[in-house]
């Protein structure tokens, strides 16, 4: 990053955001230090806990993969996630008895207000397993 005080840094980073969107957000009052530090903070954020996830995602695959193994299951762990109407179901089972679907939901929170998020990716998760087909159990 150019720049070698933070001053300079913040000014070299303001001037590539403008130059970038400078003609959809002409406006000075959208240039100020805070909103944009935000948004950089939210993104770096959101990055984070996708990265947890992923690997919360493979220790799952992992797990059912040992225990399965262990137990001489004929069961096949998905490696992709599969998608359905928009949903995502991280980890899919096969037998020869059918598919199991697996979403794996993951939330860190420093307050309450994600517990109602979570209980809705789970409720459209089903909804749309049952929409596919698929026979679903809470």
Known sequence: MTG????AKRAAILNVVRAYVGEIFPQPAKW???AISEVVIDRLEGSRRAIKGTLFEAIVRRSLNSIFAAAGAKLT???VEIRLEGETFDVSVV???GQ???PVKTRETMGGGHALLFTRDIH???AAAQSAGFDCYQ
């Not at 070698?4 to 001053?7: A, H």
Request: aromatic content about 6%.
């Open 95 to 97: 037998g020869t008895s």
């Open 124 to 126: 459209k998760s089903i």
């Open 4 to 7: 070698n005080t933070v001053i």
């Open 32 to 34: 100020d230090w805070n």
């Open 100 to 102: 199991i679907l697996i």
């Open 77 to 79: 762990v998905s490696e």
